[in-house]
């Protein structure tokens, strides 16, 4: 099912869209392309230290990822860099709400407040106010409303998909970590790890492993299916 991206509704007359095209209602959970294509995403940042390592993996393996930012995170100490700096190296943005609130059993209006709210902190952070930000991920999974009201917005939500079961910060070991991330991407998967919202040194550990070998084995690192134009995609029934 899709929704259109350019509704109004009692949004300023403003508003830019977030930039996704013919964004669907369902989340979508997997990866552009054909054969070895995976998309990587990083939730629940950004937060200094861990952040600034991933970007610098990613940057060294010339891999680009999607960014699931929450705006209590942006607006806190180092986030605001650390956001510009993920979009300066080619990053694309997914609107994570402004907190890690459960909001799947919020009315649509609330919805709606939550995700203008922290597309107006990133918009702002990063001094554009048409900054894209074509993704949105439900915290904890919980979709109640979300997926339309961020179809509305121009923003394609955006399904789990593979994740690494790192949620619990480091109670899982590197090597766990690592094996359970290796296992995640697969072809056409979308993997899902984390940044923020607990200590993430393993998470970091298991990427900075896992992503040469990946790359060894001839994968290659796309977008998920929806969010920016795509020429080879159309919108699921």
Known sequence: MEASSDRQTSRDPGFVPGGAVRATTMPLAAARGTGKMAALTIDDGPNPGETD???????????????CVIGQNITATGGADILRRIVAEGHTLCNHSTSYADMGTWTRSQVERDLLDNL???????????????????????????????????????????????????????????????????????????DGGGNRENTVRAVATV??????????????????????WTPEP
């Open 53 to 67: 390592r991933l970007l610098d993996i990613l940057a060294a393996h010339e891999v680009t990822a999607v960014f």
């Open 120 to 194: 107006a902190t990133i918009r702002e952070v990063l001094g554009d106010p048409a900054q894209e930000v074509p993704y949105f991920r439900a915290p904890n999974g919980s979709w109640g409303a979300t997926g339309e009201v961020a179809a509305s917005l121009g923003m394609q939500p955006l399904g789990l998909g593979n994740v690494i079961f790192d949620w619990d910060g480091n109670d899982l070991s590197e090597e766990t970590l690592t094996n359970n991330l290796r296992a995640a991407i697969q072809p056409g998967a979308v993997a899902l790890a984390h």
């Open 211 to 232: 992503l040469p070998e990946k790359l060894a084995e001839g994968y290659i690192f796309t977008l998920p299916r929806g969010g920016v134009p795509d020429a080879d």
